[in-house]
């Protein structure tokens, strides 16, 4: 069991395929977590920005 963003080339490329396709697996959710002071910082809403265009649904993620 691998994350669609992890083994996502390698089954479109079709080195891998996708078996039980029926089967679906639980959510692997990812969390920042940064001290409070810091949440106004730019890099740190830019790490949070950037993550969740890249690793969220289709291309975003929720926002919290």
């Not at 479109?12 to 977590?33: F, N």
């Not at 910082?41 to 690793?55: E, H, K, N, Q, W």
Request: hydrophobic share 40%.
């Amino acid at each position: 069991m691998r994350a669609e963003w992890n083994i996502g080339r390698c089954l479109r490329s079709g080195r891998r395929v996708q078996m039980l396709p029926q089967h679906e697996t639980p959510d692997a959710d990812i969390y920042v977590v940064y001290p409070q002071r810091h949440q106004s910082a730019a890099r740190v809403r830019a790490l949070v920005d950037f993550g969740a265009l890249s690793l969220g649904p289709k291309g975003g993620a929720r926002k919290a």
